[in-house]
Structures are given as structure tokens and as C-alpha cells.
């Protein structure tokens, strides 16, 4: 009886030794009891619990892996040094304090920020011009754009654009252009005959380009670069400089030195119905905008900036090739424009 106990310990013994020994990621789980029965006696002899350690397979860390248990780390111990994969991490993607990896590079470039001191008022000017818009000036643009066709739409254009070139003209001669002065009054002529009135554009097919000038422009080109930003009512963005410069305009202006007042009403009406129909395309945009305000301003500023240092970096280019010159609305490389090797035949 005793070789028998004996053996019965040995056996268990050799069990747990094969299981510590298994390989990582396989589990031995033996029973959680073993009992010998002493088949004399006819009660429990031996009884062995099995515990048995259980491997866990490693799992790989990377960059990314490592920075988010690096915050996980950081946000119940904050006093933990970084891993040395939260150090390559930084290095290659830069860490919070050190967002150029380079030290090398230059900062990044900043867009000037509009100079808007009348913001709150402003806002609630934009949020009335929106009301008159949605509810008057956008379905009358629709209504337009749906009943006229588009080639008429197109000549209306025409028409009220060749009616601002005498006021383009002056401003041009304000500015010191004579040349391009003398080039809008000919188009002008032009337009203004042979296009029947300016509904036609036979002068860009003369090579005679279109340009639009107004005062406020010419302000900026005296100098007056920074000006406030300001939306007023029903008439939309404007700075304190073009408010001005649009008064000095509008005396001059063709329409107005009409007598007839239905006549004068009925062609301001219609070019702005016309001249709200070309934003139409612009109305989505505005429309998944997080701050519309904040985008039709911005958009506002940069364009009269690009105007205003439009006409001098165009003078400035004039000794680019036209293919550079951004008078050309759909510039074209002429083939030797560059070197091109010369192809051998067979070759």
C-alpha cells in the first residue's frame, strides 16, 4: 500500500512538471481535484489541487499604440518618463511642444486676420441682410435665373458691365493709367455701338480687355491700404474706405443721370436681381459653413485686396510671356515654350 501511495505522488508529480514546462500560449488545465482512494480503507488518501500559471502571448507596440497608452499612463501618472517608443513618436511626428520636427523650417505662414473692431455690430447687420435675402432677393435670383434664358441672362451682364466703364475710365486716370483708361473708353465705344448698346461683347474679340474700377479702388492705390471692415444694411460687406469710395461712384454713375424715375428704378432693380443671380453658385458653400459671417467677410477682404494689387502686379508682369499674364482667362504653354528633345527615329 505504501509503493502504491508512493508511485500516486511521483505520477502527480511528473503532471505538474509537463504542464509548467508546456509552450507560451498553450494552457494545461488539469482537473481542479484529484483524489486517491485507498481502496482498503475506502477514504480519501491524497488530495492535489492543480494551479497552473497561464501564458499571455506578447502583443506588439508601436508608435501610435505606445503615444495612447502613453496618455492613458500620463493621465493617472503624471510624473511617469516617456517610453522610449513615446520618444521615437515625438521625434518623428513631433510632440505637443514641438509641432515642426525641424527646428530648421520656417514658421508657418499665418493669414492676416480681417480688421473687424465692429464685429458685434456687424453680426447682427449680417444676420438682418440674410433675413432680406432669404426671404426677397434669393427667390427673385431663382425666379430669374428660371424664367429668363441664359444667353439673355448673359447679355444683361454685358449691359450692365459696359455701363460702368466711364466710371472705370475715371478711376483708371485717378490711379495715373492713361493707358488702360484709353483702352476701357474704346471699349466702351465699342460696346456700346457695334455690341448694340453693350449686350454684345465685340470688344474682347478686339483684344480690348476687360477691366472694373471704382473709387475705393483708387483710395487703396492712394495709399489707404487698412481700413475697418463694415456690412452695412441691404447693401452687404464693405470697408470704411470703399463706403466712401461707392459715394463718390454713384454720383457719376450712368443709371443715374436717368430722369425717369420708373426707367432709373426698373435698371437698378434689375441689375441687382442679376448681379444676385451670379452668387448663386456660391450658396452651398455658404451653406456648410460653420460661420458664414466669419467666411463672407474673409472671402470679401481678400478679394478687394487681390483688386486693389490686381492692376500693379499686372503692370509689374508685363514682360511675361502672355501664357503667364493673368489677363489670359484660359492660359495655354505654347510647345516651344520649353526645350523639347528632338526624337530620332528608331530611337
Request: with cysteine; charged share 20%.
Amino acid at each position: 500500500m505504501q509503493l502504491f501511495r508512493l508511485s500516486t505522488v511521483l505520477l502527480f508529480a511528473a503532471l505538474a512538471t509537463a504542464c509548467a514546462s508546456a509552450p507560451p500560449g498553450q494552457t494545461s488545465t488539469p482537473p481542479a481535484q484529484a483524489s486517491v482512494v485507498d481502496g482498503s480503507a475506502g477514504h480519501a488518501a491524497v488530495t492535489a489541487p492543480a494551479e497552473l500559471p497561464t501564458a499571455v502571448p506578447p502583443t506588439a507596440t508601436t508608435p501610435e499604440t505606445a503615444a495612447v497608452a502613453g496618455n492613458d499612463v500620463a493621465s493617472t501618472d503624471a510624473g511617469a518618463a516617456p517610453t522610449a517608443a513615446e520618444d521615437d513618436f515625438a521625434a518623428i511626428y513631433g510632440g505637443a511642444s514641438d509641432a515642426v520636427a525641424d527646428p530648421t523650417l520656417p514658421a508657418a505662414a499665418v493669414s492676416p486676420h480681417a480688421y473687424d473692431p465692429w464685429e458685434k455690430f456687424n453680426r447682427k447687420v449680417h444676420t438682418f441682410n440674410n433675413a432680406v435675402d432669404r426671404a426677397v432677393a434669393r427667390p427673385l435670383a431663382r425666379a430669374y435665373t428660371n424664367v429668363v434664358p441664359r444667353p439673355v441672362r448673359l447679355g444683361v451682364s454685358n449691359f450692365f458691365d459696359n455701363l460702368g466703364q466711364p466710371i472705370t475710365a475715371i478711376n483708371q486716370l485717378l490711379q495715373g493709367r492713361p493707358k488702360e483708361a484709353g483702352q476701357t473708353v474704346a471699349r466702351f465705344l465699342v460696346n456700346s455701338t457695334l455690341g448694340i448698346g453693350g449686350i454684345f461683347d465685340p470688344a474682347s474679340d478686339l483684344k480690348l480687355p476687360r477691366r472694373s474700377e471704382d473709387f475705393g479702388q483708387t483710395l487703396g492705390v492712394w495709399g489707404w491700404k487698412k481700413s475697418r471692415y463694415v456690412e452695412l444694411p441691404l447693401f452687404g460687406p464693405r470697408t470704411v474706405r470703399d463706403t466712401l469710395g461707392m459715394s463718390g461712384d454713384m454720383p457719376i454713375g450712368v443709371v443715374r443721370q436717368i430722369e425717369m424715375d420708373k426707367a432709373r428704378i426698373f435698371l437698378q432693380g434689375l441689375n441687382l436681381v442679376d448681379t444676385r443671380a451670379q452668387l448663386l453658385s456660391v450658396d452651398s458653400l455658404r451653406e456648410g459653413a460653420v460661420d458664414d459671417y466669419a467666411l463672407v467677410r474673409d472671402s470679401w477682404m481678400q478679394r478687394r485686396a487681390y483688386q486693389i494689387e490686381g492692376s500693379r502686379k499686372q503692370d509689374e508682369d508685363k514682360d511675361l510671356p502672355d501664357y503667364l499674364n493673368d489677363e489670359d482667362p484660359d492660359p495655354t504653354v505654347p510647345v516651344d515654350a520649353m526645350p523639347m528633345p528632338e526624337l530620332v527615329p528608331g530611337g
